[in-house]
């Protein structure tokens, strides 16, 4: 993964918190989104066009992408299915202007991979426990898994 042409065009990067799958706990983490889908996270920013060894790397293609304020504020969270079980990936940022940003960039990523080609995005909005939104999307509908 050393070479940038091998992951595509670079839509946004920035630091995020992540909180860890198995260990919960909240740690700073470089993320790279490319155009192609792939999110890239890295201990440190990594040098251009030196893309090696990343901490996290998963594809944000058929995924849903919520906005809520749990169980911090500003957090954002990505669902995907791993093989057949659904994993959940919880981001947090500073401001909600920078989490819009993120997750207007993953929905413009999301909707230009080829999963617009199966079928339409469904979105839901419903009201979270705090004054935010949450909005699902997801474009596995019409495929045999569903999130």
């Not at 890295?42 to 893309?51: A, D, H, I, S, V």
């Not at 920078?98 to 909707?111: D, G, K, P, Q």
């Not at 839901?124 to 935010?132: D, F, R």
């Amino acid at each position: 993964m050393a070479e940038a042409e091998a992951l595509g065009n670079i839509v946004k990067e920035g630091w995020l918190q992540k909180r860890g799958e198995h260990i919960r706990n909240w740690r700073d983490r470089y993320f790279i989104l490319f155009d192609n889908g792939d999110l890239v996270g890295f201990k440190t920013q990594p040098e251009r066009n030196n893309y090696r060894d990343p901490l996290n790397k998963f594809t944000v293609r058929d995924c849903q992408i919520m906005a809520v304020d749990k169980p911090r504020p500003h957090t954002f969270t990505i669902r995907g299915l791993q093989w057949t079980t659904v994993i959940e990936r919880n981001f947090s940022v500073d401001t909600d202007r920078e989490r819009e940003e993120w997750v207007a960039a993953i929905r413009f990523v999301w909707s230009t991979t080829d999963c617009e080609s199966f079928a339409p995005k469904q979105e839901q909005e419903q009201e979270a426990t705090s004054t935010s939104e949450v909005t699902y999307s997801a474009c596995s509908a019409g495929r045999d898994a569903h999130l």
